[in-house]
């Protein structure tokens, strides 16, 4: 199959973002089943839009680039996103508690909590996910791409999975041009562009999944010793948008390497700081904000 390098990717994305509507359409629970092999537990608090969930694959000890999303709305909620299982005896709300009491340590062991919303954007990603690795497996494309690539900062104790990185080195004129000004081991880096693949239909990206793919750049950077030259979000387009065959948007996000160095670092010392207290964090937040927070009935406990 030819296709040059430049259209690759995004063939590729295009043929997968074709299954994303597949994705939205499906109910909750046909959605949790394309997806449960990820999950050993899936557990809702009935009466309430929040649910426990235990994933197969995950880190203990580890704080997922993912989870940070949380951090940004609300160090509270990211706290009992991580810890809720570890304050159950505390919760007021007698008929969370109870229900939280019910489960098995083993099985409380590692669980996150979150709500009905934000499962249901990480199940349609892992199905979408899927569907981009099924579509290079069916394309049989190089290994200059890597989906699902893991990124992991034992430094930070952080954990980041980047949806899709495609990896090429310096043509030789790129070469002869890049040596004039720059060491040979830096000539010599491998130079990756990030892709983050989000499945909501925004109009306008929301700001902590520009963070997300900037926190990937960075990662990928320390971590496996690339140059990233460019970082995208790529998202759906709405349904009554599709022309040409055209299933996604590419949105170009900034990325400055010490800058985001500098607010990740900030960022994890903080959240680390939150996750080691006995007592969720005080914070000031917009009531709005707490109006739209489906942890809010156990958050003033
Ligand atoms: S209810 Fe408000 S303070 Fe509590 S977790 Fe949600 S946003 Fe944060």
């Known amino acids: 199959m030819l296709m040059t390098e430049k259209l690759e990717p995004l ?64 160090p509270r909620r990211f706290y009992l996103t991580y810890r809720v299982v570890n304050i159950v005896d505390k919760i007021k709300l007698a008929k969370i508690r109870s229900k939280l009491q019910e489960l098995k340590p083993e099985l409380r062991d590692g669980a996150l909590l979150y709500d009905i919303e934000t499962f249901r954007r990480i199940l349609v990603g892992i199905y979408l996910h899927r569907c981009v690795e ?17 990124v992991v900062d034992e430094d930070l104790g952080l954990i980041g999975h980047v949806d899709l990185v495609h990896v090429r080195y310096l043509s030789q004129e790129e070469y002869e041009k890049c040596i004039l000004k720059y060491s040979e ?22 700001e902590s999944y520009k963070r997300q793919a900037q926190l990937y750049a960075y990662l990928l950077e320390k971590r496996e010793g690339y140059i990233v030259e460019k970082v995208y979000v790529a998202h759906p387009v709405h349904p009554s948008d599709i022309t040409s065959g055209i299933y996604f948007k590419l949105v170009k996000i900034e990325y400055d390497r010490e800058k985001t160095g500098r607010e990740l670092l900030e960022l994890i010392r903080t959240a680390r700081r939150v996750l080691r207290e006995r007592e969720p964090p005080r914070v000031f937040v917009s009531r709005d904000k707490c109006e739209k927070c489906a942890y809010k009935l156990i958050c003033l406990y």
């Open 134 to 150: 099924n579509t290079f497996k069916f394309l049989n494309l190089p290994r200059s791409y890597e989906v699902e690539k893991e």
């Open 185 to 206: 081991e830096y000539c010599e880096k491998p130079r990756a562009t990030v892709y983050e693949v989000k499945s909501g239909l925004y109009r306008e990206v929301p």
């Open 11 to 74: 063939l590729v994305l295009n043929r997968a973002f074709q299954h994303i509507y597949r994705a939205l359409s499906l109910d909750f629970d046909e959605l949790l089943q394309a997806c449960s092999f990820k999950f050993d537990l899936v557990y809702p608090l009935e009466g309430t839009n929040l649910i426990v969930v235990k994933q197969r694959d995950r880190v203990p000890g580890y704080i997922y680039v993912s989870d940070l999303s949380q951090f940004l709305y609300c």
